[in-house]
T-cell receptor
Framework: GQQLNQSPQSMFIQEGEDVSMNCTSS?????WLWYKQDPGEGPVLLIA?????ELTSNGRLTAQFGITRKDSFLNISASIPSDVGIYFC??????????FGSGTKLNVKP | EAGVAQSPRYKIIEKRQSVAFWCNPI?????LYWYQQILGQGPKLLIQ????????DSQLPKDRFSAERLKGVDSTLKIQPAKLEDSAVYLC????????????FGPGTRLTVT
């Protein structure tokens, strides 16, 4: 199956810091999604991207669809303790099957 | 708007036993997905339905896994017989249309096979 490389695997940051994470694919995607998953819960959709170069914000979160269509980036500004969780990217081509990255585990120290 | 419902939330079975999971998608969502999430990994698509038809089941281990969505609404995923490596969280998701693939996930069923 398709391989998505998500980095970093984990992050330990101080409250108030900005966070960046990314996802790369060996193939072109035409849709990128970013999710957050809390323990014992299903992933929750944060941001959806549909066009190369697209930059979309959701509050303190900003995600970008890379111009090569093989990568995507998620930034979180001014992190707070409730940002703790696992962030997943997911990509799809032909608007069909989605492939997920292995996740970035975010820890925020108050 | 009610979210994706799944039951049970937890299940413990012995290997070689059978188990079934149920999912009710968001009302009006035509597309339904079943994912397997092994601890420490991202979700892996098992099967995708569009209404009551299968769109993709290429990663479904068909010798032991089966799924149905008879009336195009709720769905059941079955494992028979279960193996130790089937221990995972089984997530159901739904989306509203093929052109807008924002998937919404249920809370998942955590399966432990002993």
């Amino acid at each position: 199956g398709q391989q998505l490389n998500q980095s970093p695997q984990s992050m330990f940051i101080q409250e108030g810091e900005d966070v960046s994470m990314n996802c790369t694919s060996s193939s072109i995607f035409n849709t990128w999604l970013w999710y957050k998953q809390d323990p014992g819960e299903g992933p929750v959709l944060l941001i959806a991207l549909y066009k190369a170069g697209e930059l979309t914000s959701n509050g303190r979160l900003t995600a970008q669809f890379g111009i090569t269509r093989k990568d995507s980036f998620l930034n979180i500004s001014a992190s707070i303790p409730s940002d703790v969780g696992i962030y997943f990217c997911a990509g799809a081509y032909n608007f069909n099957k989605f492939y997920f990255g292995s996740g970035t585990k975010l820890n925020v120290k108050p | 708007e009610a979210g994706v419902a799944q039951s049970p939330r937890y299940k413990i079975i012995e290997k070689r036993q059978s188990v079934a999971f149920w999912c009710n998608p968001i009302s009006g969502h035509a597309t339904l997905y079943w994912y397997q999430q092994i601890l420490g990994q991202g979700p892996k698509l098992l099967i995708q339905f569009q209404n009551n038809g299968v769109v993709d089941d290429s990663q479904l281990p068909k010798d032991r896994f089966s799924a149905e969505r008879l009336k195009g609404v709720d769905s059941t995923l079955k494992i028979q017989p279960a193996k130790l490596e089937d221990s995972a969280v089984y997530l159901c998701a739904s989306s509203s249309a093929r052109g807008l693939h924002e998937q919404y996930f249920g809370p998942g069923t955590r399966l432990t096979v002993t």
